[in-house]
């Protein structure tokens, strides 16, 4: 179908450009194997063209050999995937550490205090009946790619909880939460739950974690509406470079004077938007943030300051130092916003976040982000924060006054979520699965040789094309593990990202380890079980 005008070869030019940096991605549609978080089934003709897309580098386009699943031989290999497992190992000896740096160790808790179930949840079958036989071939692959740590996605307490509130209140939320109807007193509970996980007075809920950075950020670097001007209406952000996509583009959105306040629906800007300058600090540099913080070039006396990181890094997998920064908090009087996306529910005794496992008071850090999408196994957004802080949230961040509230089932989901895996005494199963996740990184860290803060494991390889030709193998061997490029991280660190889950088992982590023992990347080949 064309599209008028010069618009259809701006389109074509738009794609080819995407296509020869090979950035053109694909949907992969997939179906989930019987509720189990880890596995998928594929069907011949998508795991075709994905691993086309894999190898296009390694081999030159579209290597082809019928997949085999995960217990093939690597001598019995066609030559494109020894072609790969060659470039990769080639790679990973020229940069023997290969790993992105992983400094601060965090400690989860043990699993001595799991109880079962209680039976405050409709019971749901763990295992329901497998669904019907598909005609078409089909090929199960392990993922290692997912945020769901804890398995939550399919446990049978959550999915119940949302099954039972779509059957009683229906799908659609229908409005915004500012519109009555669409907000409800098990939003505000699930709200009052996550303000006590973080130890905050209260929390806001959004449509998604990116619309709560969004909207934080834009709304946090609003002015209060006087347009008197001057360095009192001069907000400094300072960003870690890593920080999450949703975090930059938030800062980009304060810059542009995209808060609510004093600006109409239709326009961002406004005469009274104060003037944000944005500072990218070096990853996790408390000296260079010292600095800066004392440098009155670059910080007029007046102006307010932010400082705003991600807790737990998503493509690294490490922690940022949240003790410095609640020290410099002191020091300079900066706002500490933390994006604790990756890190609620899985990091802290109580599954509190990175704030807690390095045990920083809850009134140290301002601002709370936080996503329902990925420990929680459920959907949605929120920021645990003062009441305050909140009423100017719930005013003046336009992604959550011009978006739809989240619907019921996401919201019953995330409050059984919460049950099962924090909250006092870690919640009813919580210690126990932090604690399995956490064995699986261990165990996955002691095989590579190297240290582990998070069950995010980066193997940082350097070039797209061997990042690629890795992530083709593991899928030879039914192994999904991305391979992350840039834009996502910097040039020349181009990298597979295992994500592990306490869904997967011990054979599970085994079989990982055994592939990358193939690659390369495990010390002594693996557990003593290489077949190189
Ligand atoms: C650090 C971080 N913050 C925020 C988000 C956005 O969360 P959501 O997926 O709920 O929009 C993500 C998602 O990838 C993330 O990794």
Avoid at 55 to 62: K, R
Wanted: with cysteine; hydrophobic share 40%; charged share 20%.
């Amino acid at each position: 179908m064309s599209l008028p005008g010069p618009w259809d070869s701006w389109l074509s030019d738009s794609i080819g450009e995407l296509e020869r940096g090979s950035r053109l991605r694909e949907l992969r549609p997939v179906s989930p194997a019987h509720a189990d978080a880890t596995r998928v089934s594929i069907d011949a003709a998508t795991l075709a063209a994905w691993r086309r897309a894999t190898t296009m580098h390694a081999d030159g386009g579209g290597a082809s050999s019928a997949p085999r699943g995960g217990s093939s031989s690597p001598h019995s290999d066609p030559p494109s995937l020894r072609h790969e497992r060659g470039l990769v190992s080639a790679s990973i000896s020229g940069r023997r550490t290969g790993l992105a740096p992983n400094p601060t160790a965090v400690a989860v808790a043990d699993g001595s205090s799991f109880q079962p179930p209680s039976s405050a949840f409709p019971s749901f079958p763990s295992s329901p009946s497998p669904p019907p036989p598909s005609s078409t071939p089909t090929t199960t692959l392990t993922l290692f790619s997912t945020n769901d740590y804890l398995g939550l996605s399919t446990h049978p307490c959550v999915r119940a909880a949302a099954a039972r509130a779509a059957a009683s209140l229906g799908c659609g939320p229908r409005a915004s939460a500012l519109v009555p109807g669409a907000y409800t007193t098990m939003h505000r509970e699930l709200e009052r739950s996550l303000a006590r996980l973080k130890g905050t007075e209260d929390a806001l809920l959004f449509p998604t974690g990116f619309a709560a950075n969004a909207a934080a950020m834009a709304a946090l670097c609003g002015s209060t509406g006087g347009g008197k001007g001057g360095e009192k209406d001069l907000v400094v952000v300072f960003s870690d470079e890593l920080n999450h996509a949703s975090i930059v583009d938030g800062a980009r959105l304060a810059a542009r004077g995209g808060n609510g306040i004093g600006s109409s629906s239709s326009s961002s800007s406004s005469s009274s938007s104060p003037r944000v300058k944005i500072v990218i600090y070096p990853h996790k540099d408390s000296r260079f943030l010292d600095a800066a913080l004392s440098d009155e070039t670059l910080v007029p006396r007046g102006a307010r300051t932010l400082v705003v990181t991600d807790s737990l890094f998503s493509m690294d997998g490490d922690v940022a130092d949240l003790r410095s920064l609640a020290q410099l908090r002191r020091k300079h009087g900066f706002l500490l916003v933390i994006d604790e996306a990756h890190a609620t529910l899985v990091l802290g005794p109580r599954g509190g976040g990175a704030a807690e496992a390095l045990g920083v008071p809850a009134g140290e850090v301002d601002v709370h982000v936080g996503t329902l999408s990925k420990a929680f196994g459920a959907h949605g957004g929120f920021v645990a924060c003062s009441g305050r802080a909140r009423s100017l949230l719930l005013n003046a961040g336009r992604p959550f006054a011009f978006s739809t509230a989240l619907p019921a089932p996401a919201v019953a989901a995330a409050l059984a979520a919460l049950a099962v895996a924090g909250g006092e005494e870690g919640g009813r199963e919580g210690p126990r699965l932090r604690a399995r996740v956490w064995s699986h990184a261990r165990r996955l860290g002691r095989a590579l040789g190297v240290e582990v803060s998070s069950p995010i494991v980066p193997l940082v390889l350097g070039g797209e094309r061997e990042a690629l030709a890795a992530s083709g193998f593991l899928l030879e061997r039914g192994l999904h593990v991305p391979a992350i490029r840039p834009p996502t991280v910097p040039r020349g660190t181009s990298r597979l990202r295992v994500s592990l889950s306490a869904a997967h088992s011990d054979e599970d982590v085994g079989r990982l380890i055994d592939a990358l023992g193939e690659l390369g990347f495990v010390k002594g080949g693996g557990e003593g079980r290489s077949k190189l």
